[in-house]
C-alpha cells in the first residue's frame, strides 16, 4: 500500500515539475521578470497550499463524520440493547490500527440493523400484548383507566413476561366471568322455565347483549351484579307462588281425603300434590309455577270448595263415623255432643253452620288419636292380658274334663296347649301387676283415669285379681277336703277290710262348693265388663266364673266320686293336685 502511494507522489511530483518547466519556458519567451516570477509561484504556492488545506479539512471532516457515526451507532446499539436486556453486541477495539473507520462503521451498521429490526419485533410484540391486555381490561371494568403504555426505554423479555402473565391472568379473570355469566344465564332460564316467562326478554332487560345469541357477552362488573339481582329476584317469586302452589295442594289433599275423591280425578293434578313438600331447588318442571297454572289448580281448589259446601252433610256424618270407628279401635267411648248428635238435623234447617260442626269434629279425631297413641302400649298389655285370662278359662274348662288323658286324634296338641297354658297363666300375676303399674303411672300423668270400654282398668285388674284369690281359696279347701275324704276312706279300710259299697251312706260324700255364689257374683261383674270388648266370641267364663254346666259336672263328679273303684280315686286325686301345683 505505501509503494503505491509513493508511486502516487512521484508521478503527481513529476507532473508538477513538468508543468513548472513549461511555465519557465512561458516566462521566458513572454519576458516576465523575476520579481513577477516569484511573485507568481508564490501565488501558484499558495494556491496549492489552499486546495491541500481544503482537502484537508474536508478529509479531516470526513474522519470526524466517520467517527460521529460510529459512536452514534454504538450508542444506539447500546441503547437497543439496553432496553431490550441485551448485552451490547458491538465492543470497540482498543487499538486503533486494528482497522479503518469505515470498516469499523461497515461492521457495526449490519448488526445495528438487526438490532434494529429485533427492536421493532418486540416493540410489535408489546403492542400486541398491551392491546389486548387493554381490550379484555376494557371488557372486565368498562373503562379505560387501565390502559398501559409501551415504554421505549424497557423492551427486556422480563417485561414482556409480566405483560404475558398479566394478560394471562386478565384471559383467566374473562374465563371465570363468562362461567360465571353462564351460571347466571342457566339458572336465570331454569327459573323462567318453571315460571313461565320470557327467557330473552329477561335477560334482555339485564342488558342486551344476552339477546344476542352470536354475539360477545358483557361480562363487567355492573352487569354480573345485574344478573345476580335479577336472579335473586326470580328466586323470590318461585319461592312465593312455591309456597301458594303448596298451600293450594295441601288444601287440595284434605279436600280429596274429606270427600273421598276418586284416584282418577286425582291423577290430573299430581304434579301439584307431588311437591307438596318440595323445597325451592327440587321445583324444576317447565310451568310448575307459571301464573296460568296456578289459577287453573286455584279454579280446581275453588270447585272443591263449593262441592264440600254441597256434601257437608255427608262429611258430617262420616266424620262422626270415622270418630266412632277410632274410639271402638281403642276401646274408648266417645263423648256425647248434643251439636253432633243433632248435626244433620241443625244442617238440614239452616240452624247450625256445618263447617263449626265438622271442625268440631275433627278436633275430636285429633284428640282421640293424641290420647290413643298414649294408650297404645296400655292396650298392648291388655291384649296380652285378655288372651292370658281366655288361655286360663281353657285351661280351667281342661282340668274339668274327666276324659282328657284319653287317647286320641289331635291329644298332643291339645297337652301342648295345656302345657303353654300352664307357663302363661303362671306369668299372669306379673302381667297384671306390670299393666297396673303402666295404667296408674298413666294416669297420674294424665289426671284421668284409663277407661277400657266404660269401666275403668284398674277395677277391672282388682276384680280379677279378687276372683283369682278366690279361685286359690276355692282350690286350697278342695284339696283339704280331698285329704280329707282319703283319711275317711283309709279308715273305712282298716275297719272294714274293703272298699265301701255304693249303699254306703253319703256321710263321705264331697260337699258342694258353697263360696261359688259369692265368687260368681263378681266374676258375672268382671264377665259383663268384658262382653264389651271387641272379643265377642270368648266365653264369659274366660275372665269370669266357669261355665255352668262345667260346674255341674264337677258337682256330680264329686258326688259319684264313693262309687268309683280306689285307684280311679287316687288317679283323679293325683292329677288334680298335679294341676293345681302347676297352676300355683
Known amino acids: 500500500m505505501s509503494n503505491v502511494q509513493s ?23 513572454v519576458g516576465e521578470t523575476d520579481t513577477d516570477r516569484d511573485k507568481m509561484l508564490l501565488e501558484l504556492e499558495q494556491e496549492c497550499l489552499e486546495v491541500y488545506r481544503r482537502k484537508v479539512d474536508q478529509a479531516n471532516r470526513n474522519r470526524a463524520q466517520l467517527r460521529q457515526a460510529i459512536a452514534d451507532s454504538e450508542a444506539e446499539l447500546a441503547v437497543i440493547c439496553s432496553s431490550m436486556g441485551e448485552r451490547p453486541v458491538h465492543i470497540r477495539q482498543a487499538d486503533q490500527n486494528a482497522g479503518s473507520l469505515k470498516e469499523e462503521l461497515g461492521r457495526i451498521l449490519p448488526q445495528l440493523e438487526e438490532m434494529r429490526k429485533r427492536k421493532l419485533d418486540r416493540r410489535k410484540q408489546f403492542h400486541e400484548v398491551v392491546e389486548d391486555i387493554r381490550k379484555i381490561s376494557s371488557e372486565i371494568y368498562g373503562s379505560a383507566d387501565h390502559n398501559i403504555l409501551v415504554d421505549e426505554a424497557d423492551l427486556s ?19 371465570d366471568r363468562l362461567k360465571q355469566v353462564q351460571q347466571h344465564l342457566d339458572t336465570l332460564n331454569a327459573l323462567c322455565l318453571v315460571l313461565g316467562m320470557d327467557f330473552k326478554h329477561t335477560t334482555s332487560e339485564v342488558h342486551t347483549s344476552f339477546g344476542d345469541s352470536g354475539g360477545s ?43 273421598d275423591t276418586p284416584v282418577e280425578e286425582q291423577q290430573e293434578f299430581q304434579n301439584v300434590t307431588c311437591n307438596i ?15 296460568d297454572f296456578i289459577k287453573y289448580v286455584e279454579a280446581e281448589v275453588s270447585r272443591l270448595e263449593e262441592l264440600k259446601s254441597s256434601k257437608m252433610k255427608e262429611l ?12 271402638r279401635k281403642m276401646h274408648m267411648i266417645p263423648e256425647a255432643d248434643a251439636a253432633v248428635e243433632y248435626a244433620v238435623e241443625a244442617i238440614e234447617s239452616g240452624n247450625l253452620d256445618p263447617a263449626s260442626i265438622l271442625e268440631q269434629i275433627e278436633l275430636q279425631i285429633a284428640n282421640i288419636k293424641e290420647e290413643a297413641f298414649s294408650r297404645k302400649e296400655i292396650l298392648e298389655k291388655v291384649e296380652k292380658w285378655l288372651n292370658a285370662c281366655e288361655e286360663e278359662s281353657w285351661l280351667e274348662e281342661y282340668n274339668r274334663d274327666d276324659n282328657r288323658y284319653n287317647a286320641g286324634r289331635g291329644t298332643h296338641l ?53 276372683l283369682r284369690q278366690e279361685k286359690e281359696e276355692e282350690r286350697r279347701r278342695q284339696r283339704d277336703q280331698k285329704k280329707l275324704q282319703g283319711q275317711l276312706i283309709a279308715e273305712q279300710e282298716a275297719l272294714y277290710g274293703s272298699k265301701p259299697s255304693p249303699s254306703k251312706p253319703p256321710s263321705v260324700k264331697k260337699t258342694p262348693r258353697v263360696s261359688t255364689g259369692g265368687a260368681s257374683n263378681r266374676r258375672l261383674s268382671l264377665g259383663g265388663t268384658m262382653l264389651q270388648t271387641p272379643r265377642p266370641d270368648l266365653p264369659h267364663s274366660s275372665k269370669a266364673t266357669p261355665h255352668p254346666r262345667a260346674g255341674n259336672k264337677v258337682d256330680r263328679t264329686h258326688q259319684n266320686d264313693h262309687l268309683k273303684p280306689q285307684q280311679d280315686d287316687g288317679f283323679d286325686a293325683l292329677s288334680a293336685d298335679d294341676i293345681i301345683e302347676t297352676e300355683q
Not at 423479555?157 to 374465563?175: G, N
Not at 329476584?233 to 303448596?246: G, T
Not at 313438600?277 to 301464573?291: D, K, Y
Request: glycine share 2%; aromatic share 4%.
Open 7 to 29: 508511486d502516487r507522489l512521484l508521478q503527481v511530483e513529476t507532473t508538477c515539475g513538468t508543468l513548472l518547466y513549461e511555465l519557465q519556458i512561458i516566462w521566458n519567451e
Open 157 to 175: 423479555l422480563r417485561r414482556l413476561e409480566e405483560l404475558h402473565r398479566q394478560l394471562h391472568e386478565l384471559e383467566k379473570e374473562k374465563s
Open 217 to 259: 357477552r358483557d361480562i363487567s362488573n355492573q352487569t354480573i351484579q345485574l344478573l345476580a339481582a335479577a336472579i335473586h329476584k326470580l328466586r323470590e317469586v318461585k319461592i312465593h307462588r312455591m309456597q301458594r302452589l303448596q298451600d293450594l295442594a295441601t288444601t287440595m289433599l284434605e279436600l280429596w281425603n274429606l270427600m
Open 277 to 291: 313438600a318440595a323445597s325451592e331447588h327440587e321445583i324444576t318442571e317447565p310451568n310448575t309455577l307459571s301464573l
Open 316 to 327: 258430617v256424618l262420616k266424620k262422626r263415623s270415622e270418630l266412632e270407628e277410632i274410639c
Open 414 to 466: 291339645i297337652l301342648k296347649r295345656a302345657e303353654k297354658a300352664r307357663s302363661l297363666v303362671n306369668k299372669m300375676p306379673g302381667m297384671v301387676e306390670a299393666l297396673a303399674s303402666k295404667t296408674m303411672a298413666w294416669e297420674k300423668e294424665r289426671g284421668a283415669e284409663f277407661l277400657y270400654d266404660g269401666i275403668r282398668l284398674l277395677s277391672m285388674l282388682e276384680e280379677y285379681t279378687i
